[in-house]
Nanobody, 116 residues
């Protein structure tokens, strides 16, 4: 059964950093395009970063450019999102998304709260 499991969220002070992980199971992970999205209260879900299955090309939302790094470990079936210089505006539920040639899959999300 295909499943995505995010972890690494929590309470972080402004200016701090964190690393989110998303472990995929039930997939041929190396064939998946992987992305991180986030959804803040009262707002639409938005793309944060993506990384391609072939070549590992990464793209970032303007709002996190220079502060976020997406990476993948195909041997460990895991995609990561590292963020630094966190701001209260980064507070949201962060979701992992996997896209194959046939379908897209979502994780259950992990809460990130940036507050002093």
């Amino acid at each position: 059964q295909a499943r995505l499991a995010e972890s690494g969220g929590g309470l972080v002070q402004p200016g701090g950093s964190l690393r989110l992980s998303c472990v995929a199971s039930g997939f041929i992970f190396s064939r998946l395009d992987m992305s991180w999205y986030r959804q803040a209260p009262g707002k639409e879900r938005e793309l944060v970063a993506s990384i391609s299955s072939v070549g590992g090309a990464a793209n970032y939302a303007h709002s996190v450019q220079g502060r976020a790094t997406i990476s993948r470990d195909n041997a460990g079936n895991t995609v990561y999102l590292e963020m630094k210089s966190l701001e209260p505006a980064d507070t949201a539920v962060y979701y992992c998304k996997a896209k194959s040639s046939m379908a897209s899959y979502w994780g259950q999300g992990t809460q990130v709260t940036v507050s002093s």
